[in-house]
């Protein structure tokens, strides 16, 4: 019997999460779920953002069902101690290096994006996005420079061979849909990106058949405002992914539509599953959060951990008819609650 961890956290985490085990639970699949704190939360109760037992469950469990970690109330603790310290350190335990960002326009959210329908329409994209290295994972500090002046700095690095790795599900993602990869980076500033993309360039002739463009990070930015679905998969890294596939939210009408897997491979195993979206502490326990990126992000659990894609689909079938049927929560445009929201996903259903 597969074991669901779920890590609720912080803000809207539990409301959004709580909707998407409602889901699951709603499929009558034979599951069982194992809850656990996380970020802030755990902080008040333990003492430190990632608890020992929390990192024990993750470990046993099939796969991490994951809210939203984050909390004004801990800005000023040491960084190891902030909630967000916990999202960074889990990635590292469960050795999750690649992040799969889908972004995807639901029929009938064509208004909510900022884009003109006829530039947003179609939209159907990847972003594949490295996790566990780049200036989040490298050395970082303060010093005090020969003027005396502050100085902070963080360490941006990649070796070939975890290039290698994110790049290759790249490849292997455009070659389960539309065979076109879109490398991201910084070639033409950076030396970092200079290696990455001939790691890119040396991979590609394993894969004759997928269509390998390269793009500055910034033109990047400007061609998913101007011409989005044109985009099949982007590969890129930590930072790069980060900002880029918030941007793509947007254009597919919310950050709150938009889910995603972090895995340790192809396999699936031990995967994490999270809406992209913070916790948004403004909102939080006002029953305003969106909660189909988590309830997206429990599909694809469904469809890389446990290998059932007939059950993804269901789920993913079920949020496009909830919209469809005019159910909207606030960052829609609508007045519909996050309870309302599930309630119409599980009708759907």
């Excluded at 001939?198 to 793009?215: A, C, G, Q």
Aim: aromatic share 6%.
């Amino acid at each position: 019997m597969p074991l669901i961890a779920v890590l609720p956290g912080d803000g809207i985490g539990p409301e959004v999460t709580t909707q998407a085990r409602r889901v699951l639970e709603a499929l009558g699949l034979d599951l069982t779920f194992e809850e656990a704190p996380v970020g802030g939360a755990a902080y008040l109760q333990c003492g430190m953002p990632l608890p020992p037992e929390t990192i024990a469950l993750a470990k046993r469990a099939d796969a991490v069902l994951f809210g939203a970690i984050g909390d004004p109330r801990f800005e000023a603790l040491e960084r190891r101690l902030r909630p967000e310290a916990a999202l960074l350190g889990i990635r590292r335990e469960l050795g999750l290096f690649a992040n799969i960002r889908p972004a995807k326009l639901f029929p009938g959210l064509e208004d909510a994006s900022p884009l003109k329908t006829e530039v947003v329409a179609g939209l159907d994209l990847v972003i594949v996005r490295e996790l566990t290295g780049d200036v989040y994972f490298g050395e970082k500090g303060r010093r005090t420079t020969m003027e005396g002046l502050r100085q902070g700095y963080d360490w941006m690095g990649y070796d070939e061979a975890e290039v290698e790795r994110i790049v290759r599900i790249g490849f292997e993602t455009a070659r389960s849909r539309r065979r076109k990869l879109c490398s991201v980076d910084k070639a033409n500033v950076l030396e970092t990106s200079q290696l990455w993309r001939d790691v890119v360039n040396e991979l590609s002739t394993e894969y004759p058949d997928v269509r390998l463009t390269h793009m500055y990070v910034d033109n990047a930015a400007m061609q998913l405002v101007r011409r989005p679905a044109d985009f099949d998969v982007i590969v890129t890294g930590n930072l790069f992914g980060d900002i880029l596939s918030d941007q793509a939210s947007m254009c597919a009408g919310s950050i709150g539509m938009l889910p995603s897997a972090s895995l340790s491979g192809g396999s699936g195993a031990n995967g994490m599953y999270e809406p992209i979206h913070g916790s948004a502490p403004d909102i939080a326990g006002q029953g305003k959060a969106n909660p189909c990126a988590a309830i997206l992000s429990a599909a694809m659990l469904l469809r890389y951990s446990l290998n059932d894609e007939a059950s993804a689909k269901r789920i993913e079938d079920a949020v496009a008819s909830a919209l469809q049927s005019g159910v909207r929560t606030p960052d829609l445009g609508g007045t519909d609650t996050t309870e309302a929201m599930g309630d119409a996903v599980l009708r759907a259903l």
